[in-house]
């Protein structure tokens, strides 16, 4: 059965830091929910391993850190929003600080930092290699003395709209399978990002990516999609993230000829330089035969000493002991590059506001765009922070000058009788190929490097498997937390978000930050700083309409480390 079953003024779809950032920031006096697929600490957030960028040293200035990040993301960045996060990063660390976030310290009491890929400064602030679930634990601490409400394991699967205004989610209740509508006068998306479209990535399997495909099918416009990070440093097999951390405390990169390969790449700033850049490296190594038989170079950090690796890098210890049986004390370990983070996502300005009235949306699920063609690492925890909050202020601004428009019971009409045709289709092929096919179509031709060949083969393919998939079911026809069927839903979304990915990727004939084409592998500035942003035509089909990129103070130059 499907009904209204609760009405807030404002909601919040996402209980990573993002989401909990933006509810703590919805003024007291209005209503508020926080809406998550999982139980709030299974987020991706509170995996987050090796730190949150600020320049808190009086030798350190913001405006390097902008400049850093613009550099890192190859110029491709809006500015004005880098400029806004960057000097706002201090207040942040200080506010976790204050709320109770344990840092790891120096000898004299102030916040330890590290260095970080492409930062001309030591600037990550972290808590050992755990800094994701001791800021975590902050927020949550935090929304528990506030009172803030939040509905767990509750699944939603489509925006609901009058017009051009947002009206609330439609939900399905997991634990009963009941379809019910949340009315709200203000919604943000805090849903974070898509790893899985590939097959090898540090996400976990709930990063589906729903909140973008649910704006988009909502006509909100996706922005830089196709700039798609990988990370240089995952544990073969399972792609467990090694955190940057590593190489920020020091740690080598070898090939099997036992080079440290990374001084043909960046000959200055070596295993440090930017992640599009080390991650290339190390493939390309791979691939003219100096890696390892089944595909990876070593990480050493045993000069690091057992101390700093048992204390600050006490999570990655544990991971390669777990997982691959090596202990970091004493041997290299194994690593290769894996997906890790969506640059591209839900189009906002600097302020979270998207072109949905009343519709917000912050952290990896939208592009602000601070991190433009390549993030820098522990740019995002700081993105969660800064535009989640803005997201709760500008949302409690909206409720308070405006009263919202009725909740449209047809969408919640429209997503019942979807859920009830899925159940009665018989005979028909699994949704789980289809998802594996798709991400190893993304992997195999829209991963590191990539050509026009390669990509037009992917689009095919997944316009083939967008086919297939109108006509798949699921198995399990029951009402009780039927993960089957969110699954398939879920693979719903990564097919739209596939072909946005690999139709950006196509259309950029340019080589920057992320998207490295190996037919056109300059960057070009005379016809590519812009911004692509797709939504769906009125007959479902892509369409895209392009953004310039705002520069402020930093001229496009090479991009040297
Ligand atoms: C292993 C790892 C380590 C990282 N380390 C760092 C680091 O050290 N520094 C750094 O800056 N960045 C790091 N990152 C990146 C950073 O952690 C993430 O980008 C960031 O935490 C994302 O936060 P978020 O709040 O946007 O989303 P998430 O924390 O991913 O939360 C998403 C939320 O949305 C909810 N949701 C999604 N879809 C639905 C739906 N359909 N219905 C209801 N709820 C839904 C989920 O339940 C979840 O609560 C790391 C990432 C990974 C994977």
Redesign the pocket.
């Known amino acids: 059965m499907a009904e209204i079953l609760q009405r807030y003024d404002v909601i919040v779809?996402?209980?990573?830091?993002?989401?909990?950032r933006a509810a703590l920031e919805v003024d007291p006096r209005l209503s508020c929910a926080v809406?998550?697929?999982?139980y709030?600490v299974?987020?991706?957030?509170?995996?987050?391993?090796?730190?949150?960028?600020a320049a808190l040293d009086p030798e350190d200035n913001w405006k390097d850190h902008a400049f850093d990040t613009i550099k890192g993301s190859d110029y491709l960045a809006d500015q004005d929003a880098a400029e806004l996060m960057c000097e706002d990063a201090p207040r942040v660390v200080y506010e976790m600080e204050h709320w109770g976030t344990f840092f790891s310290r120096r000898p004299d009491g102030r916040i330890a930092q590290r260095s970080f890929g492409g930062q001309g400064y030591p600037r990550?602030c972290?808590a050992a290699d755990k800094?994701?679930r001791a800021l975590y634990q902050t927020l949550f601490e935090q929304s528990v003395r506030r009172n803030i409400t939040v509905l767990k394991e509750?699944?939603?699967?489509s925006l609901a709209t009058v017009e051009d205004q947002v009206a609330g989610v439609v939900?399905l209740e997991i634990r009963t399978g009941a379809v019910v509508g949340i009315a709200a006068k203000a919604v943000i998306f805090?849903?974070?990002?898509a790893?899985m479209l590939y097959l090898r990535t540090?996400?976990?399997y709930?990063?589906?990516g729903?909140?973008m495909a649910?704006a988009y099918r909502a006509g909100v416009a996706l922005k830089d999609m196709e700039f798609v990070q990988f990370h240089p440093t995952t544990l073969p097999g399972m792609n467990?993230?090694i955190?940057?951390?590593a190489r920020g405390e020091g740690a080598y990169l070898y090939n099997r000829d036992h080079e440290r390969f990374m001084v043909n790449y960046a000959e200055k700033l070596m295993e440090v330089a930017p992640r599009d850049i080390v991650s290339r490296a190390i493939e390309t190594e791979i691939n003219q035969g100096r890696g390892f038989d089944g595909g990876y170079v070593l990480l050493d950090l045993r000069h690091l000493g057992e101390n700093v690796i048992k204390h600050r890098l006490s999570e990655i210890y544990d991971f390669a002991i777990t997982y691959k049986g090596i202990n970091p004390v004493q041997e290299p370990v194994p690593v290769q590059p894996g997906q890790?983070?969506m640059m591209g996502g839900i189009a906002t300005n600097k302020y979270a506001e998207t072109t949905l009235v009343g519709f917000y949306a912050?952290?990896?699920?939208a592009a602000v765009s601070v991190h433009g063609a390549n993030r820098l690492?522990?740019?995002?925890?700081?993105?969660?922070l800064v535009f989640?909050r803005w997201a709760g202020i500008q949302a409690s601004k909206f409720v308070q000058s405006n009263p919202g428009v009725e909740f449209p019971t047809e969408a919640l009409r429209t997503q019942s009788a979807l859920i009830r045709e899925l159940k009665s289709r018989h005979g028909a092929e699994p949704y789980g190929p289809i998802r594996r096919a798709l991400r190893e179509t993304m992997t195999t031709k829209v991963g590191t490097f990539r050509d026009a060949e390669r990509l037009r083969q992917a689009l095919d393919a997944i316009e083939e498997l967008e086919e297939r998939y109108q006509r798949a079911g699921i198995h399990d026809r029951g009402d009780i937390f039927n993960y089957d069927l969110i699954g398939f839903i879920?693979t719903g979304f990564l097919i739209d978000l596939g072909k946005v990915v690999t139709t950006g990727a196509l259309m950029r004939q340019e080589s920057r930050g992320a998207h490295a084409r190996t037919d056109y592998p300059h960057r070009d500035d005379q016809k590519f700083l812009i911004h692509y942003l797709f939504s769906p035509n009125s007959r479902g089909q892509l369409s895209k309409t392009e953004e310039p990129v705002v520069i402020t103070h930093y001229e496009p130059k090479e991009r040297k480390y």
């Open positions: 779809i996402g209980a990573g830091l993002a989401g909990m809406i998550s697929k999982v709030p299974r987020s991706h957030s509170v995996a987050a391993q090796g730190g949150i960028n990550a972290y800094t994701g509750f699944f939603v699967m939900c805090a849903t974070g990002g790893g540090t996400n976990p709930i990063n589906t729903d909140g649910i467990v993230l955190t940057e951390g890790h983070y912050a952290g990896e699920c690492g522990a740019n995002s925890l700081l993105d969660t989640g879920e």
